[in-house]
């Protein structure tokens, strides 16, 4: 079922997922999950063949599938394809923000420059994310957002280090979002991923999209961080975990 939105004649459509940072690992576990579950899925990556290729092997779950080229480090930029799609019938009624600069560094290492992008892609573009999203999700009633998080924001790592201050201010970031947004039943939270995710491990990222699905759907308190620590079950049912601090 669509919400109208008012404002602008658009409509959200809650069993429609965008994947910000969609790719191989997390984002492509996700997306085939919540394809197999009937969803309307939308893949925005940076570059065309990536997330090209990545739809072209979601063709077998049957699902309507779509693909968006965008770069999280370049947050005006996404602004402005986001508000494309968002003022579009049937948007995305869940985003999931999944973008994150991941390569090795060092604060003492780091230029200005270096400092800026990496907390555009961590951080800055889940937020403008979320408030292209959130006007959409306002008049509809509902919405869901996710922010993929990580353990470094529990345990920074000298040699990742714009990776760690970017996991840290992104559950921060949830949090706040999470409260200014409660009133309009738009749901918010990270969800920390306590491990190194790999196939075969127990942060398989099948797993973790199960997680996922797993949060979304389930009818319990909502929380502004959620946890995956690679146990055998869930390690926190809803309304039963620490609530992000």
Do not use: C
């Amino acid at each position: 079922m669509s919400h109208s939105d008012p404002l602008n004649g658009a409509t959200i459509d809650p069993r429609r997922l965008l994947i910000i940072g969609a790719g191989p690992g997390v984002g492509g576990s996700l997306a085939r999950r919540f394809a197999e579950g009937g969803y309307h899925v939308t893949l925005l990556a940076r570059t065309a063949d990536g997330v090209r290729k990545l739809a072209e092997g979601l063709v077998d779950t049957g699902a309507v599938l779509d693909t968006i080229t965008a770069d999280a480090g370049d947050p005006e930029g996404l602004r402005a394809m986001l508000s494309a799609l968002y003022a579009r019938d049937h948007a995305p009624g869940l985003l999931v923000y999944n973008a994150a600069q991941g390569a090795p560094d060092s604060l003492m290492g780091s230029d200005v420059r270096d400092l800026h992008h990496a907390y555009d892609v961590d951080v800055v573009g889940a937020v403008v994310a979320t408030q292209v999203a959130a006007p959409a999700m306002r008049a509809a009633g509902r919405g869901t957002v996710l922010f993929t998080g990580g353990g470094f924001a529990d345990h920074p790592v000298p040699a990742l280090a714009t990776l760690s201050l970017g996991k840290a201010a992104l559950r921060s970031a949830a949090t706040i979002l999470g409260a200014e947004l409660a009133e309009d039943h738009i749901r918010v939270a990270s969800v920390t991923i306590a491990g190194q995710v790999a196939p075969g491990t127990p942060f398989n990222p099948d797993r973790i999209a199960e997680r996922f699905w797993q949060i979304v759907h389930a009818d319990g308190d909502w929380q502004s961080e959620f946890r995956f620590e690679g146990t055998s079950g869930f390690d926190d049912e809803l309304g039963g975990g620490a609530d992000g601090m």
